[in-house]
Every structure is written in structure tokens, then in C-alpha cells.
């Protein structure tokens, strides 16, 4: 006999969470791509990413305390959603692996994120450290692991696709979301933008979802 209770969350709790998904790659996004000043540190020398920074050492610094919190609210929208794989009818080895790649993403997003406001911290003039030195590395460092950490959400891609009763719609979607983002794993670097689009349709389904 089974006892167990199915939970259905209510209009206002299913709104919430889906804002949740939605401001996750937003704050992602804006936070490494848009607070930092022009240009493309990646094709800089050393010396002129060290200026490169300086000039906009407090956008980096407010920009890492954005993607700080947006790896705390992907483990908050990691949490609702496995209640919906619940629901769903997802297995419970798929759902824990799942629910793991959450959790470590989440954790290298924030090494991400302290990693840049250590880049703005000691970009800044005040601070006197070698700017030649370490400053280009902490800041090619954030960004490139930023970027390349997306591609462990496979198995919550994986797991919301396999789930039976979950929207037909948003499983085909999650499928080849999932091809897409296991292909990157040879390429990670690209790996943000399925990720990021798998974030919205699934907060997306989320919202609309009875």
C-alpha cells in the first residue's frame, strides 16, 4: 500500500519558483557579461587586462556578489523542481543525481563569483598587489570557469526528461537540451547558453503546470 502524500503546489509558491529559475541565468549572465568594463579580457596581454580591471574594479566586485547570489538561488530552484520530478513520477536515482549536479554547480558558480570579487577587490587602487601578476589570472580564471560549469546540469536535464508525467512539451525540450549539453562537455565553454535556455522553459513549465 502506498502512503505517500502528493504535493501540489499552490498558484503563488509555483509563481515564486519560477521567478527563481528565471533570475538565475539572468543574474548569470549580467553578472559576467555585462558588469565589467568593454572589452574582451580574454584576447588582452597580461598588462592590459591588469588595466582592463582597474577601471572597473567596484562593476567586477558588485558583479561577483550578484553571482554569488545567483548560485544561492539555483539550489533554491534546485529544490522545488525535485519536488515537481516527484510529482512527475522521476525515478529516485535519477532525481538524486539530478539534485547533486545542482549542487555542484551551484558550488562552482559561487567559487566563480568569489573569484571575481577577489578580482575587484584587488583591482582596486587602493590595494597594493602585484597587478601584473596574480590580477590576470584570478580574472581569466572566474570567467572561463563561470562559463564552463553549466555543462554538469546534464543529469537534472537528464532526469526531467525521463520523468513520465512531466508536460510532454517541456521533456522533448529537456531531451534535446540534454544531447546538446553532453555534446558540450568536449566543448564546455558554450555550455551556458543550453543551460541557461533549459532554466527558462523549465521555470517556464513550472509557472503553467497543475
Same mark, same amino acid.
Given at each position: ?8 503546489? *499552490?498558484?503563488? %509558491?509555483? =509563481? ?6 528565471? /533570475? ?23 598588462? @592590459? ?6 577601471? !572597473? ?9 550578484? @553571482? ?9 530552484? =534546485?529544490?522545488?523542481?525535485?519536488? &515537481?520530478? &516527484?510529482?512527475?513520477?522521476? !525515478? ?6 539530478? /539534485?547533486? *549536479?545542482?549542487?555542484?554547480? *551551484? ?8 573569484? @571575481? ?5 584587488? /583591482?582596486?587602487?587602493?590595494? =597594493? ?5 596574480? #590580477?590576470?589570472?584570478?580574472? #581569466? ?12 546540469? $546534464?543529469? =537534472? ?7 513520465? &508525467? ?11 537540451? %540534454? ?11 558554450? *555550455? ?7 532554466? $527558462? ?10
Amino acid at each position: 500500500m502506498n502512503n505517500r502524500v502528493s504535493f501540489t503546489p *499552490s498558484p503563488v %509558491a509555483r =509563481a515564486l519558483l519560477a521567478v527563481t529559475g528565471l /533570475a538565475v541565468p539572468v543574474a548569470s549572465f549580467v553578472a559576467l557579461h555585462e558588469m565589467h568594463p568593454a572589452g574582451a579580457p580574454e584576447r588582452m596581454t597580461d598588462s @592590459q587586462l591588469a588595466e582592463w580591471a582597474q577601471s !572597473g574594479a567596484h562593476a567586477i566586485w558588485a558583479g561577483g556578489v550578484l @553571482q554569488l547570489a545567483a548560485a544561492l538561488l539555483l539550489l533554491v530552484f =534546485a529544490a522545488g523542481l525535485d519536488d &515537481r520530478l &516527484r510529482s512527475w513520477g522521476a !525515478g529516485p536515482v535519477r532525481r538524486r543525481t539530478g /539534485a547533486w *549536479s545542482f549542487v555542484v554547480v *551551484s558550488g562552482l558558480v559561487a567559487l566563480s563569483a568569489i573569484l @571575481q570579487i577577489t578580482t575587484g577587490v584587488i /583591482a582596486t587602487p587602493e590595494e =597594493a598587489v602585484g597587478s601584473e601578476t596574480l #590580477l590576470p589570472v584570478v580574472a #581569466l580564471l572566474y570567467g572561463n570557469l563561470n562559463v564552463a560549469v553549466w555543462c554538469l546540469l $546534464v543529469p =537534472a536535464v537528464v532526469a526531467t526528461a525521463w520523468a513520465p &508525467r512531466a508536460p510532454k512539451w517541456l521533456r522533448i525540450v529537456s531531451g534535446i537540451l %540534454a544531447v546538446w549539453l553532453s555534446l558540450s562537455l568536449a566543448l564546455p565553454f558554450i *555550455s551556458w547558453f543550453p543551460a541557461f535556455v533549459w532554466l $527558462v522553459v523549465t521555470a517556464a513549465a513550472l509557472a503553467i503546470d497543475r
